[in-house]
């Protein structure tokens, strides 16, 4: 199995940037499809972004196209999620997520393999 650790999260003010990093350990880095997901107080996790195992497809929900760019670093094994523009609603704990069936999955319940997550605050 593959290991996850966030980092990065913190508060910024909306408009502002952010940059969310996942370390694996495990099984080779390679093997995964890698995935962000986030949680809000009182709603359920959602699907924010993800990246193929080869990197060439990514994948994103409506609500961060254009502002959210995921991205992948096999040789340090790591993950990364570049925010910005952020705004209130984007105010969650941020989950790294890991799978071998598809980048293009959505639900929580399709990736095996989840971080601790990280959170992100966003002033007004």
């Known amino acids: ?3 996850l650790l966030e980092s990065g999260g913190g508060l910024v003010q909306a408009g502002g940037s952010l940059s969310l990093s996942c370390a694996a350990s495990g ?5 995964y499809n890698l995935a962000w997901f986030r949680q ?3 709603k359920e996790r959602e699907f924010v972004a993800s990246i193929s195992r ?3 497809g990514t994948y994103y929900a409506d609500s961060v196209k254009g502002r959210f ?3 992948r670093d096999d040789a340090k094994a790591s ?6 523009r952020l705004e209130s609603k984007d105010a969650a704990v941020y989950y790294c997520a890991a799978n071998t069936g598809g980048a293009w999955l959505t639900q929580s319940n ?3 393999y989840w ?3 990280t959170r992100v605050t966003v002033s007004s």
């Open 1 to 3: 199995q593959v290991h």
């Open 27 to 31: 099984r080779p880095f390679s093997w």
């Open 40 to 42: 809000a107080p009182g």
């Open 54 to 56: 080869n990197g060439e």
């Open 69 to 71: 760019t995921i991205s």
């Open 79 to 84: 993950v990364h999620l570049q925010m910005n």
């Open 110 to 112: 399709e990736y095996s």
């Open 115 to 117: 971080g601790q997550g």
